[in-house]
């Protein structure tokens, strides 16, 4: 039994004025800080921490996602989060890596459940974490106090 063609342009009007009301009523929540563009600020009373650049975007060499030779892909940013410096190391392919520097002139992770390896060559830092890898020139920590 086929449905006459007015039944069937009702249809899609309620699905269209259906769809449109929901649009509204999420814009409505977003603007009013119910969206997922603003964090629950949670017990603590304040949202997640927004970094702070503290210098330029340098290239770095880097082998990533298991890669056996190293290229220049990568840029690494100092940034600051909540007063404590911070490595940002950004991949091609869109992934990024956030490092804490340390005042001994290292990194550690900071976030995640992997370990950093770090061996130190001169005023060069080769930094292993997963399966990427990282050729740091030391100048790239600044003073990390």
């Known amino acids: 039994m086929s449905t006459p063609t007015s039944d069937r342009r009702r249809t899609l009007g309620f699905a269209a004025a259906a769809f449109a009301l929901g649009l509204t009523a999420t814009a409505v929540a977003c603007s009013q800080g119910g969206g997922s563009g603003s964090p629950d600020p949670g017990p603590g009373g304040s949202a997640s921490p927004t ?5 330029s975007t ?3 060499s880097c082998a990533v996602n298991g890669a056996l030779a190293f290229t220049d892909g990568c840029t690494a940013e100092r940034v600051l989060v909540d007063g404590a410096p911070v490595l940002v190391i ?3 392919d869109g992934g990024f890596r956030r490092f804490d520097v340390l005042a001994g002139g290292s990194v550690a992770e900071a976030d995640g ?3 950093v390896a770090v061996v130190r060559n001169g005023t060069t830092l080769e930094v292993t974490i997963g399966s ?3 050729r740091l020139d030391a100048s790239l920590l ?4």
Request: proline content about 5%; charged content about 20%; aromatic content about 4%.
């Open 51 to 55: 970094p702070t650049a503290t210098g």
């Open 132 to 134: 990427d890898r990282y």
């Open 58 to 60: 340098a290239s770095l």
């Open 142 to 145: 600044g003073n990390a106090s």
């Open 90 to 92: 950004r991949h091609a």
């Open 113 to 115: 459940a992997l370990r």
